[in-house]
């Protein structure tokens, strides 16, 4: 007899972005991490840290946060719930939610490569709706699919595209079931999908200080959805899955909006350089609404493209797997690391 059960022996597991060692000399734009530092505001916290704090356990709430983003947001503190990164979160839902044949997750494709992870795990069963070639949001599709959770990533990794709040209005009017809207990437995005919380009780918003924030390193997320449909969430989660060094940091930068904004300013005017030299070169490159561009070399030569950036310490992300093993998806570095890729590419290229 195995160790596991059945799902766990039959499933993949998940295969992060690289990460090298830190110091390592790399231009590192593999996992949409923010090329700019995290709030000083909040670095200034983490110097103040008192290890007498640290003897007692955290609060299971984090709710010196939650009041954070009260305030950040203008949603009640009560809407909001604390995750060890949103991918807790999303560990979290599909533990509550999803269950075998009848309670089945359902999503568009391509899309974040976890929620196939956290189903094969349960297990549940998985409907995988294609976008069509212009990513508008088949809606239909979804809904016959009848999933207790549907997942859209919007902005969406790795294409960047944001789903249209109307779209995503409907589909959560039609839809049986909860509808999840990852919004990892909405701080480089033009609109969010807030709005719909307050209006849907079946609605939940996942956010993160991962991406806009630069704070990866400290697995910090949060969902944002009505009382109702939290407190089935709340029983499943680890009871202090937040610790007291990240309640206190994460706290201090969801406070710093103005420097979050300012960096995400930076960045987008980035992507809009790094989107036209790609296309420069001959790519194809779409309209990213994220902190990176999901670009098809002239030859489709992708993977070969990888391992040379790869050689040159460069690091981009390619993806084996049908519909996205001609692309590269490249996170937006600062202008200098944008430059040293663009370099290395018409010299590869050449
Ligand atoms: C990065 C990312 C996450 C994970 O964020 P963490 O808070 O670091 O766990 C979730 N969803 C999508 C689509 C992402 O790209």
Not at 40 to 56: F, M, N, T, Y
Request: hydrophobic share 40%; glycine share 6%; proline share 7%.
């Amino acid at each position: 007899m195995s160790y596991f059960r059945t799902a766990v022996d039959q499933m993949t597991g998940y295969i992060p972005g690289e990460q090298p060692k830190p110091g390592t000399p790399i231009i590192k734009l593999n996992t949409n991490e923010n090329p700019y530092p995290p709030s000083p505001e909040a670095i200034a916290v983490l110097r103040q840290i008192d290890g007498e704090w640290l003897r007692r356990y955290p609060d299971p709430f984090a709710k010196s946060f939650c009041q954070a983003v009260s305030e950040a947001l203008q949603v009640p503190a009560e809407w909001v719930m604390v995750g060890n990164g949103s991918d807790e979160l999303l560990n979290v839902i599909v533990r509550a939610c999803a269950e075998g044949q009848d309670r089945k997750i359902v999503y568009p494709m391509p899309t974040y490569v976890l929620y196939r992870t956290l189903a094969e795990m349960q297990p549940a069963a998985v409907v995988e709706v294609p976008y069509p070639a212009d990513y508008a949001l088949p809606i239909d599709a979804l809904v016959a699919a009848q999933g207790a959770v549907t997942f859209i990533a919007s902005p969406n990794s790795p294409s960047g595209h944001a789903v249209p709040l109307a779209d995503l209005r409907t589909l959560a009017q039609q839809m049986t079931g909860i509808l999840v809207v990852d919004e990892a990437y909405v701080d480089f995005a033009d609109s969010s999908a807030l709005p719909l919380v307050s209006e849907l009780e079946n609605v939940i918003i996942l956010r993160t200080l991962s991406k806009g924030y630069s704070l990866a390193g400290l697995r910090m997320g949060f969902a944002i959805a009505q009382p109702s449909l939290l407190s089935g969430l709340f029983k499943i989660k680890d009871s202090y899955n937040i610790d007291a060094i990240a309640t206190a940091v994460g706290t201090a930068a969801m406070r710093d909006q103005d420097y979050k904004t300012a960096c995400a300013e930076k960045v987008k005017q980035s992507r809009t350089r790094l989107t036209a030299d790609l296309k420069n070169l001959g790519f194809t490159v779409l309209d990213s609404q994220g902190n990176f561009v999901l670009a098809t070399p002239p030859q489709g030569q992708a993977e070969s493209l990888y391992l040379d950036l790869k050689a040159r310490g460069i690091l981009v992300r390619y993806f084996k797997q049908p519909g996205l093993d001609d692309k590269l998806r490249i996170t937006v570095g600062t202008d200098a690391q944008n430059q040293t890729l663009i370099e290395a590419l018409i010299s590869v290229l050449s």
